[in-house]
C-alpha cells in the first residue's frame, strides 16, 4: 500500500488509502467468512471472492471483479448470500456440473462466473470470449464484465508459488509452482504482454462490438498461496500483499524434523480440487496417524508435489485446517527454471 504523501485534489492520505484498500480487497471484513460455512463448493466460491490478491502492486493493472458492486458497499449483503447458498447449494452445484474439466484453474473460473452472475448491479457479459483471427484463436477474455464504473475485461489466475530455499525471493523468477513448470514473473509478463492486451487488439473490437461494447478496461485478479521453505526463510516477492495467504513447503527428509516440531492435529493430503478454501473434513474421512504415515511409506521418493493439510478436531464432528504443506522430493526442483 502507498505510503504516505500530501493530499492530491482534495483527498486525504487516509481517505485514498481506504479507497484502494476497497478497490484491492473490499471484503477484508469477511476473510473468516470461508470457515464458517459447511458445503465445500460454497467455501471455495467464498474464498474465491473474499481471498486477498498474491500481490498488491503487480506489474499490471489489478482490480477485484467486484469493486464496484453494491456487495462491495455493503458486505453484509454478500454475507448474507454465501451463509444463504451454504442452506441450499443447489444453484451452485448445477452450474458447477457444467464443468468438463478438473483443471484447478478452470474451477476457479468457473466459480467467479457464478459470482458475478449472482452479483447486483454487475451484469456478466461473456465468459471466455475466444477472439479469432481467420482459423487462429489469439486467445480468449475470461470475463468481460459492465458495472457502475464501465466495461472491464478480466483475466482471472489461481496460482500456488512456492519460495526459494535460499532467502532471496524479492525476485519473481525464484518463485515456482509445484511442478517447476510454472514461474511467477513467466506468469506476470504473460499477463501483461498478451492476455491484457487482447482486448485491446484490432480482431477484438468486432467480438465486441457484437456485445455492444467499444472500450474496455483491463485488468487481472491474481489469487492464490505462496509457500515458504522450510527449515529456512525467504522474502516475499516484491509486490506481495501484505495479507496474502501463506504456507510451507519441506523436502522429505525434513518431515521428520517437521512433525516433531508440529506435533498436533491430523495430516492427511489434499486433492487437487481441494486446494483453495481451508480443508474441513467430516470426522469418517479424517485419516488416522497410521493411515497417513502408511501412505507416506509408500510414497515414492521421486512422487511430485503434493500438498498436505494438519487438520484440528472442530468439534460438531468435523476437523478443519490449521496450516498447510507442499511435500516435495529431496530433488525438487528437479527442472531448470
Known amino acids: ?77 454478500l454475507r448474507h448470500w454465501l451463509l444463504a447458498l451454504d442452506q441450499d447449494d443447489q444453484p451452485l452445484r448445477d452450474w458447477l456440473a457444467r464443468l468438463t474439466s478438473h483443471r484447478l484453474g478452470l474451477y476457479y473460473e468457473s466459480l467467479w462466473q457464478f459470482a458475478l452472475g449472482q452479483a447486483p448491479g454487475v451484469e456478466l457479459l461473456a465468459a471466455n470470449l475466444p477472439i479469432r483471427e481467420g482459423g487462429h484463436t489469439l486467445g480468449e477474455l475470461d470475463i468481460v464484465l459492465r458495472d457502475r464504473e464501465g466495461v472491464h475485461h478480466l483475466e482471472l489466475a489461481i496460482k500456488l508459488y512456492l519460495g526459494p530455499p535460499g532467502g ?56 492464490g498461496y505462496l509457500f515458504y521453505p522450510w527449515p529456512g526463510y525467504a522474502e516475499p516477492p516484491s509486490g506481495a500483499h501484505a495479507q496474502h495467504l501463506r504456507g510451507r513447503w519441506l523436502r522429505r527428509s ?41 501412505w507416506l511409506q509408500a510414497l515414492d521418493v521421486m512422487a511430485p508435489a503434493h500438498l498436505l493439510a494438519r487438520l484440528e478436531d472442530a468439534g460438531d464432528r468435523a476437523w478443519e485446517e490449521a496450516e498447510r504443506v507442499f ?10 527454471p
Not at 512433525?259 to 492427511?268: D, E, I, L, S
Not at 489434499?270 to 485419516?287: E, G, I, N, S, T
Not at 516435495?328 to 527442472?335: E, H, K, N, T, Y
Request: charged share 20%; net charge neutral.
Open 327 to 336: 511435500l516435495v522430493a529431496d530433488s525438487w526442483p528437479r527442472l531448470s
Open 1 to 77: 500500500m502507498a505510503g504516505a504523501a500530501s493530499g492530491i485534489m482534495g483527498e486525504t492520505t487516509s481517505q485514498r488509502q481506504t479507497g484502494y484498500a476497497r478497490w484491492m480487497t473490499p471484503f477484508a471484513d469477511l476473510h473468516d467468512l470461508p470457515c464458517q460455512l459447511r458445503r465445500p463448493a460454497v467455501r471455495d466460491l467464498a474464498w474465491a471472492v473474499l481471498s486477498p490478491p498474491l500481490l498488491s502492486q503487480p506489474p499490471c493493472p489489478q482490480r477485484h471483479p467486484l469493486a464496484a458492486s453494491p456487495w462491495a458497499d455493503d458486505p453484509g449483503r
Open 254 to 294: 525434513d518431515w521428520h524434523a517437521y512433525r516433531q516440531a508440529n506435533p498436533t492435529g491430523r495430516w492427511q493430503p489434499l486433492p487437487r480440487h481441494a486446494w483453495l478454501a481451508p480443508a474441513r473434513v467430516d470426522a469418517d474421512d479424517c485419516w488416522l496417524p497410521g493411515q497417513f504415515q502408511a
Open 168 to 223: 532471496d525471493g524479492h525476485d519473481p523468477a525464484h518463485w515456482l509452482g509445484p511442478g517447476c513448470h510454472d514461474r511467477l514473473d513467466r506468469k506476470l509478463d504473460h499477463l501483461t504482454g498478451h492476455q491484457l492486451t487482447i482486448s485491446a487488439c484490432a480482431q477484438s473490437r468486432p467480438v465486441l462490438a457484437m456485445l455492444g461494447v467499444g472500450e474496455v478496461q483491463a485488468h487481472a485478479w491474481l489469487g
